[in-house]
């Protein structure tokens, strides 16, 4: 077997230290994301219409990218009901897609077409992506609760009825922090990508 040279030796090294600091950075996105939503259980603050961990999604994937915060929005949720038993299950599910497809499309769509010359209103695009990540998260949501409604009824044989006005409901409850994060992010990620041209 052929030794490694000192260049393969460090790139190596290099390469398990990118690896250990990218699972590190995610581990403390995920802790952190607990301490905080748990921050305002403790305050009595009504969670599920401020949204702290959507928030806190948006701007890790302002900073980070979608690569480390899609894993953060996975585990989050689960990290936090393992814990306290807070999001219930399935709902943590749910919350967990819709969380991941925020960043991941929010981060894709800013990649790929915010520096395209053939869009003019720069920021205009800002809000649109912004958006756009908004309405793909809650349609995942609503597509995953349908799905496991389905798999639900089948496996313990009962009738439970997919309930599209209850969710859209909840989804009212947090209108308000929705719209501000939209209209804040498009702003903040409008001058990040502006500042790399």
Same mark, same amino acid.
């Given at each position: 077997?052929?030794?490694?040279?000192?260049?393969?030796?460090?790139?190596?090294?290099?390469?398990?230290?990118?690896?250990?600091?990218?699972?590190?950075?995610?581990?403390?996105?995920?802790?952190? @994301?607990?301490?905080?939503? @748990? %921050?305002?259980? +403790? +305050?009595?603050?009504?969670?599920?219409?401020? +949204? &702290?961990?959507?928030? %806190? #999604?948006? $701007?890790?994937?302002?900073? *980070?990218?979608?690569?480390?915060?899609? &894993?953060?929005?996975?585990?989050? &949720?689960?990290?936090?009901?393992?814990?306290?038993?807070?999001?219930?299950? &399935?709902?943590?599910?749910?919350?967990?897609?819709?969380?991941?497809?925020? @960043?991941?499309?929010?981060?894709?769509? *800013?990649?790929?077409? *915010? /520096?395209?010359?053939?869009?003019?209103?720069?920021?205009?695009?800002?809000?649109?992506?912004? $958006?756009?990540?908004?309405?793909?998260?809650? #349609?995942?949501?609503?597509?995953?609760? =349908?799905?496991?409604?389905?798999?639900?009824?089948?496996?313990?044989?009962?009738?439970?009825?997919?309930?599209?006005?209850?969710?859209?409901?909840? =989804?009212?409850?947090?209108?308000?922090? @929705?719209?501000?994060?939209?209209?804040? =992010?498009? #702003?903040?990620? /409008? /001058?990040?990508?502006?500042?790399?041209?």
């Amino acid at each position: 077997m052929a030794e490694l040279s000192s260049k393969d030796f460090y790139f190596v090294q290099k390469i398990k230290l990118n690896k250990l600091l990218l699972i590190s950075t995610i581990i403390l996105l995920t802790v952190l @994301s607990y301490l905080i939503t @748990s %921050l305002f259980h +403790l +305050l009595n603050l009504p969670v599920f219409a401020i +949204l &702290p961990l959507h928030w %806190l #999604i948006y $701007f890790f994937t302002l900073i *980070f990218g979608w690569e480390i915060t899609l &894993p953060v929005a996975i585990f989050a &949720p689960l990290f936090s009901f393992f814990i306290s038993g807070r999001p219930i299950f &399935p709902i943590l599910i749910f919350i967990s897609l819709e969380l991941a497809t925020y @960043s991941l499309i929010a981060d894709l769509l *800013f990649k790929k077409y *915010f /520096y395209n010359s053939k869009l003019k209103n720069k920021f205009l695009f800002s809000f649109i992506f912004i $958006f756009i990540s908004s309405i793909a998260g809650k #349609i995942i949501y609503i597509i995953s609760n =349908f799905i496991f409604s389905i798999i639900y009824n089948i496996i313990r044989n009962s009738s439970n009825q997919f309930n599209l006005i209850q969710i859209l409901k909840s =989804f009212l409850i947090g209108l308000f922090s @929705s719209s501000i994060l939209i209209i804040f =992010f498009s #702003i903040l990620f /409008y /001058y990040r990508y502006k500042s790399k041209n």
